[in-house]
């Protein structure tokens, strides 16, 4: 079984940066994609940013592109989420998401098998 365990939320006023984490870990993972989705309250699960294990090319939803940066390390199979300009509608619980082969469309939760249990992040203005 893989463990996704995310870490780095909290809460941060308006205009200041975060940067999450997410370790797979667990029995051996060959990653294929890992991403990031968010869900606030009462609102469907949002598409933020997912990563190709090989290539590494990159792609964001359009509520943080220019603002957020995707990157993996390989060797630690952990992937990040740096978030800067961070506004109120930032807030959500961001999951992190895996897989270890081709599942369908990674922008979309579809394309994933494993989920991380999500951390808060909360932004103030």
């Known amino acids: 079984q893989v463990q996704l365990v995310e870490s780095g939320g909290g809460l941060v006023q308006a205009g200041g940066s975060l940067r999450l984490s997410c370790a797979a870990s667990?029995?051996?993972?060959?990653?294929?994609?890992m991403g990031w989705f968010r869900q606030a309250p009462g609102k469907e699960r949002e598409f933020v940013a997912a990563?190709?294990?090989?290539?590494?090319?990159?792609y964001y939803g359009e509520s943080v592109k220019g603002r957020s940066t995707i990157s993996r390390d390989n060797a630690k199979n952990t992937v990040y989420l740096q978030m800067n300009s961070l506004k109120p509608e930032d807030t959500a619980v961001y999951y992190c998401?895996?897989?270890?082969?081709?599942?369908?469309?990674?922008?979309?939760?579809?394309?994933?098998?494993?989920w991380g249990q999500g951390t808060q992040v909360t932004v103030s203005s």
């Open positions: 998401a895996a897989t270890d082969r081709f599942r369908g469309d990674i922008t979309t939760p579809s394309g994933y098998y494993n």
């Open positions: 667990g029995r051996t993972f060959s990653t294929y994609a």
């Open positions: 990563i190709r294990w090989s290539g590494g090319t990159t």
